[in-house]
């Protein structure tokens, strides 16, 4: 998503694109600490991973 110097017609549509980049980038992929600082997704992924080979 192109989210720099991005006209909108509508509110709606700037709500939208606002509300798409901060579920798919901004809370997947930012690392957090408290998952001692993995994305959400490599967590998630390392978690899967752990459970197959235990």
């Known amino acids: 998503m192109n989210h720099t ?3 909108f017609a509508t509110r709606e549509q700037a709500r939208l694109a606002i509300s798409e980049y901060i ?3 901004y809370n997947r992929q930012r ?3 408290r998952l001692n600082y ?3 997704v490599a967590f998630t992924q390392r ?3 752990n459970q197959i080979a235990a």
């Open 5 to 7: 110097h991005q006209r």
């Open 23 to 25: 579920e798919i980038f």
């Open 31 to 33: 690392t957090q600490a």
């Open 38 to 40: 993995q994305s959400p």
């Open 47 to 49: 978690y899967y991973l």
